[in-house]
Nanobody
Framework: QVQLVESGGGLVQPGGSLRLSCAAS????????MGWYRQAPGKERELVAT?????NYADSVKGRFTISRDNAKNTVYLQMNSLKPEDTAVYYC?????????????WGQGTQVTVSS
């Protein structure tokens, strides 16, 4: 089983920065991609950024957020700059693992990010 543990969330003022981290551990075969999603109150979970064969960002975070990976550590990071109140959400780490010919999706428990003055 694969476990994802996120850290780095918190309360920040508008215009501030936060860095989220997510480390995968357990019986890992091969991780194809890792990414971040978020869910605000009353809204559906949405993609923020993913890093696999290519890097993808939601339009709302382009130019402000940067995703990076340390494959040796099975860790993904999300550097969030110029944060806005609308970035407030629970941020979830996601990993796509390939075991032989099957893909498995794993989720972290989520970390709260609150942008408020």
């Amino acid at each position: 089983q694969v476990q994802l543990v996120e850290s780095g969330g918190g309360l920040v003022q508008p215009g501030g920065s936060l860095r989220l981290s997510c480390a995968a551990s357990g019986s890992i075969f091969s991780i194809n991609a890792m990414g971040w999603y978020r869910q605000a109150p009353g809204k559906e979970r949405e993609l923020v950024a993913t890093s696999g064969g290519s890097t993808n960002y939601a339009d709302s975070v382009k130019g402000r957020f940067t995703i990076s990976r340390d494959n040796a550590k099975n860790t993904v990071y999300l550097q969030m700059n110029s944060l806005k109140p609308e970035d407030t959400a629970v941020y979830y780490c996601n990993a796509e693992e390939k075991r032989f010919t099957t893909l498995h999706e794993h989720w972290g428990q989520g970390t709260q990010v609150t942008v408020s003055s």
